[in-house]
């Protein structure tokens, strides 16, 4: 790269990080300006556009915070108190950002529940968020009911479409009860007292073992997610954010809605992704900016050519995990003008920016910025997934163009706090000590990354037992536990697989039977445990599970194996078909490697 064209990357870089820090720098832990003032701002200076809107409304800055106000006041006419919880089990709707806004107003915090969820996952992460109280709608509310007995307190819903016919003392229509309540703005002495180091949200993520974790928001986090991306976008009163990701996830439910709302623009949220919809659907929307997880550009650029596909208004798109392989063709075929890919976890304190928009990359720490940005790699036993250390008994940088683990120094400010989860536990595992001085503190991410010399840092894999598919995490921890109670199962080894093509890895399970394999039994199994990104697409059958001396599965070997027939000792079956799983043939193996079979 030529000196002309280093010093424009670096103009870019610098302006983008320029209005980002902009946004962040009034946010300090200690202020009692929260996340709720800053929408509140936001409204008071863009009250007449266009707020939010779903398939089926509109609303204006000052309608929404008018629903937001009703959620506010329901709330508090229900003696509900600042540091009560209330869990938020919806799908996307215009009634979903307003509802944990206007309890924000008075002080309560929201649970935001993955509504794919069901049975004891659905019962964990509502027993976890402390919640008495459910807010749900017409399409959750019967998966809430039958993990309700699985919960360990009692539980009041509320929902948005029930019907009187379906009403009973522990479940109530939530229509008419938020419609009633006073669409005043609550007064602010109501929660005086409050910082941004309480908590604004719990957002839950898979972590790397186990069941879901809650991962703490406080309002410090919440408003940096926001405002951060408020200014990273550029976004302006006219822009319009195509956002169909979950706003139960930290992406679609804090950074899509700060990088518009914050602004006076307008949110168009979908209650989920459709290829086949997507192109007319952001052409006759009007939107300007796109948010996604890289598995929808995959999508999009695997779909048969749509005469809307270059007929939009598009001029960016931002979001996590666009591969390079898809970035150049989702660029140009689609013509989008920049592309703004960043890296960041929902409990995390490291957070990265590709402003350059160089393809494949998540991020780029210039050198002139090399001991201002929160992150360092570290290298890592290959046999144990543990920091090396040396004789010091510190920790050691990988070289540029080595792997490691991406870390982040934990400090008192906002750039370097840390929050953690509810479970005090799970927090100091993911804390690491004595790094590179006695007493410093960094948070473990747990993804592997490589630096190159130009500064740009590329994501190489995750630790652990977690693999991402279909954009979600995936814990073989809770795959293995959910399966193992399926009929004729006796030992079930979980992990994920390497497909060409594929975004992530596809689940795979080695299952060790009593019996014969029931494929239909096992499919249903599958279907009600887990949630559809979970489910495993590959199943092996195995004579016994190896150990190690800990006892714990050996999944090396499986791993290299794959799904491949020719190389697996006994049958392997792939989903589909009307058992629910088929054999896997030779052919078929071949189809799926070529790309003419999609998983």
Not at 34 to 42: I, K, P, S, T
Not at 104 to 109: C, E, F, M, R, T
Not at 362 to 384: M, W
Not at 566 to 595: C, F, N
Request: glycine share 10%; with cysteine; proline share 4%.
């Amino acid at each position: 790269m030529g000196l002309a064209a280093n010093i424009r990357r670096d103009i870019k870089f610098a302006g983008g990080l320029f209005r980002l820090l902009k946004r962040i720098k009034p946010i300090a832990l200690d202020s009692d300006v929260l996340v709720c003032d800053d929408l509140e701002e936001a409204i008071d200076k863009f009250g007449p556009n266009i707020a939010v809107e779903d398939e089926h409304r509109k609303l204006t800055y000052r309608e929404f915070e008018a629903l937001a106000n009703r959620y506010a006041n329901w709330a508090k006419g229900r003696n509900l108190k600042r540091s009560d919880v209330i869990a938020l089990v919806m799908h996307n709707r215009v009634e979903y950002v307003a509802a944990w806004f206007g309890f924000s107003k008075v002080g309560i915090a929201t649970a935001l529940i993955n509504n794919n969820l069901g049975g004891a996952a659905l019962a964990h992460c509502l027993s976890l968020s402390g919640a008495f109280n459910v807010v749900t709608d017409e399409d959750c509310w019967r998966a809430v009911e039958e993990a309700r007995p699985l919960v360990d307190r009692n539980l009041m819903l509320w929902v948005h479409g029930l019907g009187e016919e379906n009403e009973t003392n522990a479940r109530r229509d939530l229509d008419n009860a938020v419609r009633s309540a006073s669409s005043v703005r609550p007064d602010r002495a109501i929660r005086q007292g409050l910082t941004n180091r309480d908590t604004a949200l719990f957002i839950f993520t898979s972590g790397t073992t186990g069941l879901p974790k809650a991962a703490r928001i406080p309002h410090s986090r919440a408003r940096t997610y926001m405002r951060a991306f408020a200014g990273a976008t550029a976004s302006t009163t006219k822009d319009a954010l195509y956002n169909c990701l979950p706003l139960y996830h930290s992406t679609g439910g804090l950074v899509g809605v700060g990088a518009v709302l914050l602004n006076g623009g307008r949110l168009i949220t979908r209650r989920r992704f459709s290829a086949t919809h997507f192109w007319p659907d952001v052409k006759a929307s009007g939107a300007t900016m796109f948010i996604y997880i890289g598995e929808l550009c995959r999508y999009l650029v695997n779909s048969p050519p749509n005469e809307d596909e270059r007929a939009h208004k598009l001029r960016l798109a931002f979001g996590n995990g666009l591969r390079p392989d898809v970035w150049p063709e989702f660029q140009s075929r689609f013509g989008i003008k920049d592309i703004l890919e960043f890296y960041g976890s929902t409990e995390g304190n490291v957070s990265l920016f590709n402003f350059d928009g160089k393809a494949g990359a998540i991020g780029r720490v210039p050198g002139f910025l090399k001991s201002q940005i929160n992150i360092r790699l570290i290298a890592l036993d290959p046999e144990t997934g543990e920091p090396m250390r040396g004789s010091d008994g510190l920790c050691r940088q990988v070289p540029t163009g080595e792997t490691g683990e991406a870390i982040g120094l934990i400090a008192n400010d906002i750039r370097h706090d840390f929050t953690g989860y509810a479970d005090r536990k799970a927090s100091e595992k993911k804390i690491l000590s004595d790094v590179f001085k006695r007493g410093d503190r960094w948070f473990r991410t747990g993804d592997l990354m490589r630096q190159d010399r130009e500064g740009y840092l590329y994501f190489m894999d995750r630790l652990g037992d977690t693999f991402r598919w279909k954009g979600e995490n995936v814990s073989t921890t809770e795959v293995e536990q959910r399966l193992s109670e399926a009929p004729g199962v006796q030992e079930v080894i979980a992990y994920g697989v390497s497909v060409p093509g594929q975004d992530g890895k596809a689940g795979m399970v080695g299952l060790v039977l009593g019996g014969k394999f029931d494929a239909a039994g096992f499919a249903a199994w599958a279907d009600e445990q887990l949630p559809s990104y979970a489910r495993p697409v590959f199943v092996r059958l195995l004579k016994s599970a190896d150990t190690t001396g800990t006892f714990k599965y050996r999944k090396v070997d499986l791993v290299a194996d794959g799904f491949d027939p020719a190389k697996v000792d006994g049958p392997v079956y792939v989903r589909g078909g009307k058992a629910g799983y088929q054999k896997l043939t030779a052919k078929a193996h071949e189809s799926i490697l070529s790309g003419e079979t999609r998983l």
